[in-house]
């Protein structure tokens, strides 16, 4: 694709960066600027679409927050361009702690209901965020049974684990006793969304925002080893961790992403659903 028409400054070069986040469906191209600076752009492949949407999802952050992410240029529906943040591989403990602050920051912009004003994504799955007054309701419906009613229609689950997920989200009231007011997050905090470069945290991309209580996303956070005890102490400072949040909660609000890496890979995160759905039934 010629880029030219969508960037200010001339390009001088341009390097392929491989494939976007697994089961995206996009691809990512770094373009040298003359004028200095190196943009990305972020290019829909085959049927994939909806590139504006994360190109909307980072300008909400950056109105809303003290959150760093990329500057956009252009949020088109198969092309978005954007700032390039420097990766320089593993976080270190430093960047860690910057983490736990920026997280810490985003998670004081409240709103008065649960949700967002439009539906957004996580990875390429369509996320509904119909607003709503009664977080255990919508983490129920918008959440784990949506997830979990597509992964059955799709051959990715058998009924028998949609049971079980439905029982556990009869026992909200007892698993979620006090829910956190509104509070916007990224909703897609694993590693490869936080980019860590040489002089510490650069940013975090591939956002799937609404408003939520916050304790899903320091679970997700967990999933995949992304941040340890540093970032925790680090957060605590900020934010108190409700009791509770280790032996219950992080299990029970990880069920979505793992529903979600069950429609998106299967195999194994199925099993992963059932070890918890056991636990929590």
């Known amino acids: 694709m010629d880029y030219q028409p969508f960037v200010d400054d001339r390009i001088i070069s341009t390097e392929s960066l491989g494939a976007g986040t697994s089961g995206s469906?996009?691809?990512?191209?770094?373009?040298r600027l003359e004028?200095?600076?190196?943009?990305?752009?972020?290019?829909?492949?085959?049927?994939?679409?909806?590139?504006?949407?994360?190109?909307?999802?980072?300008?909400y952050l950056a109105e809303h927050a003290d959150f760093p992410v990329p500057v956009v240029y252009h949020a088109g529906d198969r092309l978005l361009i954007m700032d390039h943040l420097p990766s320089g591989g593993l976080m270190s403990p430093a960047c860690e702690e910057e983490v736990a602050d920026a997280v810490a920051s985003l998670h004081r912009v409240k709103a008065a209901r649960y949700g967002l004003e439009r539906d957004t994504v996580i990875g390429p799955l369509p996320?509904?965020?119909?607003?709503?007054?009664d977080w255990r309701g919508f983490f129920a419906e918008h959440r784990l049974l949506h997830m979990g009613r597509k992964a059955l229609e799709e051959g990715r689950?058998?009924?028998?684990?949609?049971?079980?997920?439905?029982r556990?989200?009869?026992?909200l009231d007892d698993l979620i006793p006090d829910p956190a007011p509104p509070t916007l997050i990224?909703?897609?905090?694993?590693?490869?969304?936080?980019l860590c470069g040489t002089e510490g945290l650069s940013g975090f991309i591939d956002p799937a925002i609404y408003y939520a209580d916050p304790e899903i996303e320091l679970a997700f956070m967990t999933l995949f080893g992304t941040v340890g005890?540093?970032?925790?102490?680090?957060?605590?400072?900020?934010?108190?961790?409700?009791?509770g949040f280790v032996e219950i909660r992080r299990d029970l609000y990880n069920l979505y992403p793992l529903l979600v890496h069950v429609r998106l890979f299967g195999g194994g995160y199925l099993g992963q659903?059932?070890?918890i759905l056991r636990r929590l039934t």
């Not at 492949?45 to 994360?54: A, N, P, R, T, Y």
């Not at 996320?127 to 007054?133: A, E, G, I, L, V």
């Not at 990224?186 to 936080?194: E, F, P, Q, R, S």
């Open 25 to 31: 469906g996009t691809t990512l191209t770094r373009l």
């Open 35 to 59: 004028g200095g600076g190196d943009l990305v752009a972020k290019e829909a492949q085959g049927k994939f679409s909806g590139l504006d949407l994360e190109g909307w999802m980072l300008r």
């Open 157 to 166: 689950m058998d009924e028998g684990v949609l049971s079980r997920l439905e």
């Open 127 to 133: 996320q509904p965020n119909t607003q709503s007054d």
């Open 229 to 243: 005890d540093r970032f925790f102490r680090r957060y605590g400072e900020h934010h108190a961790i409700r009791p």
């Open 273 to 275: 659903v059932r070890s």
């Open 186 to 194: 990224h909703g897609d905090l694993w590693g490869g969304n936080v």
């Open 168 to 171: 556990v989200c009869d026992r």
